[in-house]
C-alpha cells in the first residue's frame, strides 16, 4: 500500500484530532485539536476543498480563542492569590 504526502497529511490530522478527544486535561485537549485542525486546513488546502479549509480553519480559531481565554483566567487568579 503506498501513500503520498497529502494522503498522509490526512490520516496525520485524523489521528491528531482523534488523540485529542480522548484528554480529559481542558488545555492538551485544545493544544493538540488545535494541531490537528493545522493539518486538517493544510489537507483541505492540498485538495482544493473549501468546506474543509474553512470548517477547521474556524475551529483552530476558536481553539485558540479559548487558550487564551484560559491563560487570561489563570493570571487573573494568580494576580488575585497574589493580593490577598
Not at 480522548?22 to 468546506?51: E, Q
Request: proline letters at 1%; glycine letters at 6%.
Amino acid at each position: 500500500m503506498e501513500f503520498n504526502m497529502v494522503e498522509i497529511l490526512g490520516y496525520a490530522a485524523s489521528i491528531m484530532v482523534a488523540i485529542s478527544l480522548t484528554m480529559k486535561d481542558i488545555v492538551k485537549l485544545r493544544v493538540l485539536n488545535f494541531v490537528g485542525c493545522g493539518l486538517f486546513t493544510a489537507y483541505g488546502l492540498a485538495i482544493d476543498s473549501m468546506p474543509v479549509v474553512i470548517t477547521n480553519g474556524f475551529i483552530a480559531c476558536v481553539n485558540v480563542y479559548f487558550l487564551l481565554k484560559m491563560q487570561q483566567e489563570k493570571k487573573q487568579d494568580k494576580l488575585a492569590r497574589a493580593s490577598a
